[in-house]
């Protein structure tokens, strides 16, 4: 069984900050990889970030140099930052988690936490 649940989602301005956290727990096998992704209304989830336990991260176009992906390998928890927040930012964002060194496919999902951009 494993669960993933984020945390540090909200209101942020234009231009602002926010931190999310996703804390992973299994009884089985170890999480290898962590990944984020973000859905608004009407539209497929997209892809936004995803990192390995050995330290591989791949970020999307849309948050290069604005974002970064993070991993606390003991605390079994992974981190987005993100910076110089836009309103566009605004989704549902996913946590996701997979036993494989895979940042493209994932088996696991958590529940979702909303950012919200706006002044």
């Known amino acids: 069984q494993v669960q993933l649940v984020e945390s540090g989602g909200g209101l942020a301005q234009p231009g602002g900050s926010l931190r999310l956290s996703c804390a992973a727990s299994t009884d089985r096998f170890a999480i290898n990889a962590q990944g984020w992704y973000r859905q608004t209304p009407g539209n497929e989830r997209e892809f936004v970030a995803g990192?390995?336990?050995?330290?591989?991260?791949k970020l999307a176009d849309s948050v290069r140099g604005r974002f970064t992906v993070s991993r606390n390998n003991a605390k079994n928890t992974a981190y987005l930052q993100m910076n110089n927040l836009k309103p566009e930012d605004t989704a549902v964002y996913y946590c996701?988690?997979?036993?494989?060194?895979?940042?493209?496919?994932?088996?696991?999902w958590g529940q979702g936490i909303q950012v919200t951009v706006s002044s």
């Open positions: 996701s988690g997979s036993y494989y060194y895979n940042l493209d496919d994932y088996e696991f």
């Open positions: 990192i390995t336990s050995g330290g591989t991260s």
